[in-house]
């Protein structure tokens, strides 16, 4: 495997910390009290991590098949992408639906999987 055929895998998870974050940002912006606040930033990553690791993670054993996978997680990202736009991060939002988008295209025509950045090490 080349360089930047791990490196995009190596992405490839970076981003989904990064949806992560960004689903937490719009919550802690979202929310109009302290506590709504803290229950969004930390419900709404937590909801999200919960199902991506159900059907979406390498080893569930719930893992969805193509192309549901890649459907689910254009789902997610666009979510992420969505909410960090509406909580006043325009740019940061392009940004990131911009190297989602390339990073998911290389993934496909290199026929990639997350799974396979484990194997590698």
């Known amino acids: 495997m080349t360089i930047a055929k791990s490196a995009n895998l190596a ?6 910390l990064c949806m992560l974050a960004a689903l937490g940002y719009w919550g802690f912006k ?9 229950i969004l930033c930390l419900g709404v990553p937590l909801l999200a991590a919960v199902v991506w690791g159900i059907l979406m993670a390498p080893a569930s054993p719930r893992r969805l098949r193509e192309p549901f996978h890649l459907i689910l997680e254009v789902i997610i990202f666009a979510l992420a992408i969505i ?3 509406t909580a ?10 911009v190297v989602y988008v390339i990073n998911a295209v290389l993934r496909l025509v290199w026929h990639q999987r997350p799974d396979q950045l484990a194997q590698r090490q």
Do not use: R
């Open 88 to 97: 006043g991060q325009p740019t940061l939002a392009a940004i990131f639906g």
């Open 83 to 85: 909410a960090l736009y």
């Open 30 to 38: 979202t929310g109009s009290a302290t506590v709504v606040q803290l």
């Open 11 to 16: 992405l490839s998870f970076i981003l989904e």
